[in-house]
């Protein structure tokens, strides 16, 4: 669940803010992406939240990186790994790339 929908339906910022002793405010700007969540807040937030609002939820472009743990057990990750800088380019589907030779001639 995204945090923004998890205070929504709990009507209140303050009642999370006061569980992680921070301000209503950084609850709103974290919600409302003003500002990111920092990862150490995620895992507060999970635990707060009862793991309702998850840290997948609050970093959604790069949990991984930071809580590589957690890539094992979820089912979108599954046993991929993010390309390595010299395979980056065997990602991108050959139609898709003008002016670069799939066989890698010049």
């Not at 929908?5 to 709103?28: C, F, H, M, N």
């Amino acid at each position: 669940m995204k945090l923004i929908e998890y205070v929504k339906d709990r009507g209140s910022q303050r009642g999370l803010a006061d569980k992680i002793g921070i301000t209503p405010v950084l609850i709103s700007q974290w919600a409302n992406k003003l500002r990111p969540v920092p990862p150490e807040r995620c895992v507060e937030i999970e635990r707060a939240t009862g793991g309702q609002v998850a840290r997948k939820d609050l970093r959604p472009d790069d949990w991984h990186k930071i809580w590589p743990e957690l890539v094992e057990g979820d089912p979108g990750h599954a046993g991929r790994q993010p390309p390595s800088p010299s395979n980056i380019l065997d990602t991108i589907p050959p139609h898709s790339v003008v002016g670069i030779d799939p066989r890698g001639a010049p």
